[in-house]
């Protein structure tokens, strides 16, 4: 019986082997492009806070200049709340995007800059930057 399994033994196991090597090939090949699929993303996704982000800043700056320039310009409430949305900005983990409070402090200053606005009867918006396909509706 040893030679006959010896024989056949891995004709009958073909199929099989067959299916753990085409598995494995599989598993190799979606991992990388799953690894290339994400850095991809990461990438788009971290461009588009990081600019969310540098709007919010920049507002912020020339309010904070506008003050500095004129302390009676704004409100105290506006003042106060000017002051908070720097400090979120400020608390912003931009090195640890995968903290669970990132999605908290980026809704709370979605908030408070649209309350500023609000309060100051000011239509800005953040739309994202233009895109290649937008570019052609641009009018100066």
Known sequence: MDISDDIFGESLNLED???????????ETGF????????????KTGFTTGEELGFYRGCIDVWNSVIRV????FSTRVQKNIKEMDELVSRYPILEPEKEFVTDIMGSLRL?????????????????YPKASDSGELQF
Do not use: M
């Open 17 to 27: 082997t067959h299916l753990k090597e085409g598995f494995q090939e599989g598993y």
């Open 32 to 43: 990388a492009s799953g690894k290339d699929d994400g850095r991809e993303v990461g990438l």
């Open 70 to 73: 004129d302390p009676t310009c």
């Open 112 to 128: 408070k800059f649209r309350a500023i606005c609000a309060t100051l009867n000011v239509k800005l918006e953040y739309n994202g």
